[in-house]
């Protein structure tokens, strides 16, 4: 078989080429902006040649999850065109996995125009995208982009 076929196999977790090269490694030999521009340069190169966006592994991790926590937000916009739109708000599962959304919150330096892509997608919001530790102002945040969003959705 060539590479090309292979592109799309799965270990025994379930992952596949492409969540391992959203997910990236540390690379402490480089800055981390060129690190983090070479693995999205892989991963595009896999996209290209035919990797599966829509991918899940077992414990329900999609590529686009794992975008929202490790990748740009050029990045994040451009595979937000590419996958089914229940990958936009995953919900968070009794094992742990974060949505999206709680996934850029917690650890994405470029979580606030990732959070806008993603309610300007349609991405659902819901409370536990909001870790506990944002602080008090947290629950009326969650309240105030429910009803941006359900405003919204009665204007369409």
């Known amino acids: 078989r060539g590479l090309l076929d292979m592109i799309n196999l799965r270990d025994e977790y379930g992952w596949s080429p492409l969540h391992g090269a959203v997910q990236g490694k540390v690379d402490h030999d480089r800055p981390m902006a060129q690190g983090r521009q070479h693995d999205e340069a892989k991963a595009r190169w896999m996209m290209a040649n035919g990797a599966d966006?829509?991918?899940?592994?077992h414990q329900n991790t999609t590529i686009f999850s794992l975008a929202c926590v490790f990748r740009s937000l050029s990045?994040?916009?451009?595979?937000?065109?590419?996958?089914?739109?229940?990958?936009l708000s995953m919900?968070?599962?009794d094992d742990g996995v974060p949505s999206p959304m709680q996934g850029a919150?917690?650890?994405n330096p470029?979580?606030?125009p990732i959070v806008r892509t993603l309610?300007?997608?349609?991405?659902?919001?819901?409370?536990h995208d909001f870790p506990a530790?944002?602080?008090?102002?947290?629950n009326l945040l969650?309240?105030?982009l429910i009803c941006i969003q359900a405003r919204t959705a009665l204007l369409a």
């Open 53 to 57: 966006v829509n991918a899940v592994n």
């Open 75 to 87: 990045f994040v916009q451009e595979l937000v065109d590419k996958v089914t739109p229940d990958h």
């Open 91 to 93: 919900p968070n599962r």
């Open 105 to 107: 919150f917690e650890s």
């Open 110 to 112: 470029d979580y606030r």
């Open 119 to 127: 309610l300007l997608r349609g991405a659902t919001v819901q409370p």
């Open 133 to 138: 530790t944002f602080g008090p102002g947290t």
């Open 142 to 144: 969650v309240r105030h």
